[in-house]
């Protein structure tokens, strides 16, 4: 079935697979199915929207709303959103339920909404069990880390998001089980390497992609047990190491020079590992995965991104270890999940937001561990189950139900969430959708400081000083754990800001998008984010292999 999306008016389609999923996730009452009917938007779209409700990376400082100390926070000081310290709104001085209020039928449900979320207060950040890492966010057991995103049970790691168990690393996304890396990205089991993307098992590797189980290889591509190779040309130990030493002398040349030669090179047409029947990017260890980017243990899901762990989900950002969940965005360990925000260790639960260990409840905020609650007001379960429906038929004749929140109810500016990242707006385009947009009121500073090229030769001074990116013309600093990383790797020392570099980290990636298209070698029909009108030579997985193997 072909649909137009009512945003941008694109056709997209709805397979009967696609509505048996959504069969499945409808809710029940009485014997009595309120089926969540098919998507009005596209798949870009409802991405847009939920994304529109996550800002990860934007940090500030506030005070508290109850006990007035200043806290790290994700809610901007302009904010209207009533903000509490963490450990202030998991104590028992804060109780959700003291802020239930009757549903209304005069109204539509997102606006009582709206007026929930605005009174309920919200947590300040997620940073459980911290260890001297205070600016974190959606963040578990890291230790002596800075600006991780995302990220658990990290050690002295830094400027990453969605890093896992990674040591005195910096500058990376999506890695696990990494140890003095830089600017690594979709990799894994990785030891001293810098500039790497897909890399698995490598060690003292510089500027490479697709490496499997190489050391001390410089500029390479697609290789797998290699050790000094440059440009994917072998060498013995002593003449790799005298080649090597000018381009690492000047390795932002290097990285030019590498990135050109790059472009030459035939790509694969997904990055995928043990991936069976799935479409998208990044995707590993899955079955039945479509349309699904930077994922890992997936079955029977289909438009998915930076998840792992999950069984029969559809349209999910940043979730792990869940089933059946529908329309949502930063959840976990949930079951028979639909339309909700920042809800955890849930079941049965529906359009709720900064909700925990909680289950059959529907339109809450803030809830710990509650059941049979509508818009945060207690109910039995048998009056749960009675008016539960009715506000379903309300929301189906006011064109709500199986709608994520709409984005002008976002706790956020469209520039401090994620969504300005994956689908970049102007402050004019988002004002005209009635959204709002934070405007940045850091003055770009003025210095002379001139920063060395490499940390042996900076002053001692360096991280006391205000410096400028030269890319965006924003301020930042190095401060000194930063410092001692560059001096123990003798990786060059960064002239642009952690975001620029980031921005740039994210555009080494294709973007969430598909395309049909043939291999550049045997003619076979491939399904890849190689948009066609791009000047990448791209090979079936077939070809691929017999290139670089």
Same mark, same amino acid.
């Given at each position: 079935?072909?649909?137009?999306?009512?945003? #941008?008016?694109?056709?997209?389609?709805?397979?009967?697979?696609?509505?048996?999923?959504?069969? !499945?996730?409808?809710?029940?009452?009485?014997?009595?199915?309120?089926?969540?009917?098919?998507?009005?938007?596209?798949?870009?779209?409802?991405?847009?929207?939920?994304?529109?409700? *996550?800002?990860? *990376?934007?940090?500030?400082? !506030?005070? =508290?709303?109850?006990?007035?100390?200043?806290?790290?926070?994700?809610? +901007?000081?302009? +904010?209207?959103?009533?903000?509490?310290?963490?450990?202030?709104?998991?104590?028992?001085?804060?109780?959700?339920?003291?802020?239930?209020?009757?549903?209304? /039928?005069?109204?539509?449900? /997102?606006?009582?909404?709206?007026?929930?979320?605005?009174?309920?207060? *919200?947590?300040?950040?997620?940073?459980?069990?911290?260890?001297?890492?205070?600016?974190?966010?959606?963040?578990? !057991?890291?230790?002596?880390?800075?600006?991780?995103?995302?990220?658990?049970?990290?050690?002295?790691?830094? %400027?990453?998001?969605?890093?896992?168990? =990674?040591?005195?690393?910096?500058?990376?996304?999506?890695?696990?089980?990494?140890?003095?890396?830089?600017?690594?990205?979709?990799?894994?089991?990785?030891?001293?390497?810098?500039?790497?993307?897909?890399?698995?098992?490598?060690?003292?590797?510089? $500027?490479?992609?697709?490496? &499997?189980?190489?050391?001390?290889?410089?500029?390479?591509?697609?290789?797998?047990?290699?050790?000094?190779?440059?440009?994917?040309?072998?060498?013995?130990?002593?003449?790799?190491?005298?080649?090597?030493?000018?381009?690492?002398?000047?390795?932002?040349?290097?990285?030019?020079?590498?990135?050109?030669?790059?472009?030459?090179?035939?790509? *694969?047409?997904?990055?995928?590992? @043990?991936?069976?029947?799935?479409?998208?990017?990044?995707?590993?260890?899955?079955?039945?995965?479509?349309?699904?980017?930077?994922?890992?243990?997936?079955?029977?899901?289909?438009?998915?991104?930076?998840?792992?762990?999950?069984?029969?989900?559809?349209?999910?950002? @940043?979730?792990? @270890?869940?089933?059946?969940?529908?329309?949502?965005?930063? +959840?976990?360990?949930?079951?028979?999940?639909?339309?909700?925000?920042?809800?955890?260790?849930?079941?049965?639960?529906? %359009?709720?937001?900064?909700?925990?260990?909680?289950?059959?409840?529907?339109?809450?905020?803030?809830?710990?561990?509650?059941?049979?609650?509508?818009?945060?007001?207690?109910?039995?379960?048998?009056?749960?189950?009675?008016?539960?429906?009715?506000?379903?038929?309300?929301?189906?004749?006011?064109?709500?139900?199986?709608?994520?929140?709409?984005?002008?109810?976002?706790?956020?500016? %469209? @520039?401090?969430?994620?969504?300005?990242?994956?689908?970049? $707006?102007?402050?004019?385009?988002?004002?005209?959708?009635?959204?709002?947009?934070?405007?940045?009121?850091?003055?770009?500073?003025?210095?002379?400081?001139?920063?060395?090229?490499?940390?042996?030769?900076?002053?001692?001074?360096?991280?006391?000083?205000?410096?400028? #990116?030269?890319?965006?013309?924003?301020?930042?600093?190095?401060?000194? +754990?930063?410092?001692?990383?560059?001096?123990?790797?003798?990786?060059?020392?960064?002239?642009? #800001?952690?975001?620029? !570099?980031?921005?740039? &980290?994210?555009?080494?990636?294709?973007?969430?998008?598909?395309?049909?298209?043939?291999?550049?070698?045997?003619?076979?029909?491939?399904?890849?984010?190689?948009?066609?009108?791009?000047?990448?030579?791209?090979?079936?997985?077939?070809?691929?292999?017999?290139?670089?193997?």
């Amino acid at each position: 079935m072909e649909k137009a999306c009512k945003n #941008c008016n694109h056709q997209f389609e709805i397979t009967d697979e696609d509505l048996a999923f959504y069969d !499945r996730v409808s809710s029940l009452f009485s014997d009595k199915k309120y089926n969540i009917p098919s998507p009005t938007l596209c798949p870009d779209c409802r991405q847009q929207r939920r994304l529109s409700f *996550r800002n990860e *990376r934007n940090l500030y400082r !506030r005070k =508290s709303d109850l006990g007035g100390k200043e806290v790290v926070t994700m809610y +901007s000081p302009e +904010s209207k959103y009533l903000v509490y310290d963490q450990n202030e709104w998991w104590g028992e001085s804060f109780d959700p339920l003291k802020y239930g209020k009757d549903f209304s /039928f005069d109204k539509p449900f /997102f606006e009582q909404f709206q007026e929930l979320m605005m009174a309920v207060p *919200r947590i300040s950040l997620i940073n459980k069990e911290p260890e001297n890492s205070e600016y974190c966010n959606f963040a578990f !057991r890291n230790k002596d880390s800075y600006l991780l995103f995302t990220a658990g049970e990290n050690d002295g790691c830094s %400027y990453s998001n969605r890093i896992l168990k =990674s040591r005195d690393t910096l500058d990376s996304s999506n890695i696990t089980n990494c140890e003095l890396c830089y600017s690594a990205v979709d990799s894994e089991n990785s030891y001293n390497c810098a500039f790497v993307k897909n890399c698995s098992n490598c060690s003292d590797c510089i $500027l490479g992609q697709n490496l &499997r189980g190489c050391k001390n290889c410089f500029a390479s591509f697609g290789l797998a047990n290699k050790q000094y190779c440059i440009g994917n040309i072998q060498y013995e130990k002593e003449e790799y190491e005298r080649r090597v030493k000018p381009f690492l002398e000047n390795l932002p040349k290097s990285k030019e020079d590498y990135f050109k030669w790059l472009n030459k090179i035939p790509r *694969r047409y997904m990055e995928a590992t @043990n991936a069976e029947n799935c479409t998208g990017d990044n995707i590993y260890n899955s079955k039945n995965a479509k349309e699904c980017y930077e994922v890992k243990e997936l079955q029977d899901c289909k438009f998915v991104s930076n998840a792992t762990s999950l069984k029969d989900c559809y349209d999910i950002n @940043n979730d792990d @270890n869940s089933e059946l969940v529908y329309e949502c965005i930063g +959840s976990e360990k949930n079951y028979m999940h639909t339309f909700n925000d920042i809800c955890w260790f849930n079941s049965e639960i529906s %359009y709720c937001s900064l909700c925990f260990n909680s289950k059959n409840c529907f339109g809450c905020v803030g809830l710990k561990k509650n059941q049979y609650c509508i818009l945060n007001k207690q109910y039995t379960k048998e009056q749960y189950e009675e008016l539960v429906p009715k506000i379903i038929e309300h929301m189906i004749k006011n064109m709500e139900w199986g709608e994520f929140f709409p984005m002008n109810i976002s706790p956020f500016s %469209y @520039n401090e969430s994620m969504a300005q990242d994956y689908f970049p $707006l102007s402050k004019e385009n988002v004002t005209s959708m009635g959204l709002k947009w934070r405007e940045d009121k850091e003055e770009t500073p003025k210095t002379g400081y001139k920063l060395p090229d490499f940390a042996k030769d900076a002053k001692d001074d360096i991280c006391k000083q205000i410096l400028v #990116c030269e890319a965006s013309g924003k301020a930042y600093k190095i401060v000194p +754990s930063e410092l001692n990383f560059y001096k123990k790797t003798n990786l060059p020392l960064p002239k642009k #800001c952690p975001n620029q !570099r980031h921005k740039e &980290r994210m555009a080494l990636r294709n973007p969430r998008k598909l395309y049909d298209r043939k291999c550049d070698k045997c003619g076979t029909e491939i399904t890849t984010t190689y948009n066609p009108k791009q000047t990448e030579t791209v090979y079936c997985e077939k070809c691929y292999l017999d290139t670089v193997s």
